[in-house]
């Protein structure tokens, strides 16, 4: 059974103090590690898909990265706006269809 | 890029009343769907989901069902709610040939 464990439950940060969530997984045959935002009441917003061991994908003060068994989803000088709850995904086939398995997710909040 | 709609953004219902939840995708054909339940403090449990029209996969044994009567439209219901049927609704699409999916907004369900 494909199995994501998110790290920590919640983290608080100052604004412009560094930080990394990891995310740890178990699949078999890896279709993907997904890192999405949510923000409270909304649907997630897709964030980054890593492929392969090593690949690494930036966007404004994210950046993730994927080993064989973990992804970090690296949070450099965050802003208020970065408080949300991030999600982790693997994705794997089931016969014809792509699925998703999440973990709980890391709870952000940057004061300032 | 591909559009989910979902309707409607809150629903209170008692219980022992019936449920439909509508989804449905702009920009993309023949996508596959899925339809998740997040309950507080926890991931995303998915539910359902559907690679073509009348093609429905169960994921969790329960008191909904699913229905695709339409390439682009995706329906939840239920003939009797229950006050475990409580909790939000995301409506998922993902195009064909890629493994990353795009999230409604979300129905908040209470049932009463």
């Known amino acids: 059974e494909d199995q994501v464990t998110q790290s920590p439950e919640a983290l608080r940060l100052q604004e412009g103090e560094s930080s990394s969530l990891n995310c740890s997984y178990t699949?078999?045959?890896?279709?993907?590690l997904f890192w999405y935002r949510q923000d409270p009441g909304k649907g997630p917003e897709f964030l980054f898909t890593?492929?392969?061991a090593g690949e690494e994908k930036e966007k404004e003060r994210l950046k993730a990265t994927l080993t064989k068994k973990e992804s970090f989803l690296h949070i450099t000088a965050p802003k208020p706006e970065d408080s949300a709850t991030y999600l982790c995904?693997?994705?794997?086939?089931?016969?014809?269809?792509?699925?998703?398995?999440f973990g709980t997710g890391t709870r952000l909040q940057v004061t300032l | 890029s591909q559009t989910i709609h979902q309707w409607p953004a809150t629903l209170v219902q008692p219980v022992g009343s019936p449920l439909s939840l509508e989804c449905t995708v702009e920009?993309?054909?023949?996508?596959?769907l899925y339809w998740y339940r997040q309950a507080a403090g926890r991931g995303l449990q998915l539910l359902f989901y559907?690679?073509?029209?009348?093609?429905i996969s169960s994921e969790v044994p329960q008191n909904l069902s699913a229905s695709r009567p339409q390439d682009r439209q995706f329906i939840l219901s239920s003939k009797k709610l229950l006050l475990s049927d409580s909790g939000f609704y995301l409506c998922?699409?993902?195009?064909?040939?890629?493994?990353?999916?795009?999230f409604g907004p979300g129905t908040r369900l209470t049932v009463t």
């Open positions: 995904a693997v994705g794997a086939m089931t016969g014809t269809a792509s699925k998703l398995t």
């Open positions: 699949v078999s045959g890896l279709r993907g």
């Open positions: 890593l492929y392969s």
């Open positions: 920009g993309t054909s023949n996508p596959n």
């Open positions: 559907s690679v073509g029209i009348g093609q």
């Open positions: 998922a699409g993902l195009r064909a040939g890629f493994y990353e999916q795009y």
